[in-house]
């Protein structure tokens, strides 16, 4: 059983930051890859950020140079560092993990205000 649990949303006015947290039960290390997606109201879900068991990381084109995906393997813990904020970067932000199959957390809301 995979669980995962988001922390760090909230709001924020644009040009902040917040730094996510997905916290999983168990070491991620054996996890093909984990990623931060995102849904805003009426959209599809979209991925933001990935970063794969071998450590690189790919972005969304929206987010690249903002945002950083990182992970802490001793903690089981992986993070997503957003900085410069804009009102766009508004959804609720979804962990991923996947092991044969995709795992989510019940996601966190990230609201940034103008």
């Known amino acids: 059983q995979v669980q995962l649990v988001e922390s760090g949303g909230g709001l924020v006015q644009a040009g902040g930051s917040l730094r996510l947290s997905c916290a999983a039960s168990g070491t991620i290390l054996r996890f093909d890859r984990m990623a931060w997606y995102r849904q805003a109201p009426g959209k599809q879900r979209e991925s933001v950020a990935t970063?794969?068991?071998?450590?690189?990381?790919n972005y969304a084109d929206s987010v690249r140079g903002r945002f950083t995906i990182s992970r802490d393997n001793a903690k089981n813990t992986v993070y997503l560092q957003m900085n410069a904020l804009k009102p766009e970067d508004t959804a609720v932000y979804y962990c991923s993990a996947v092991l044969v199959w995709s795992y989510w957390g019940p996601g966190t809301q990230v609201t940034v205000s103008s």
């Open positions: 970063i794969f068991s071998g450590g690189s990381t």
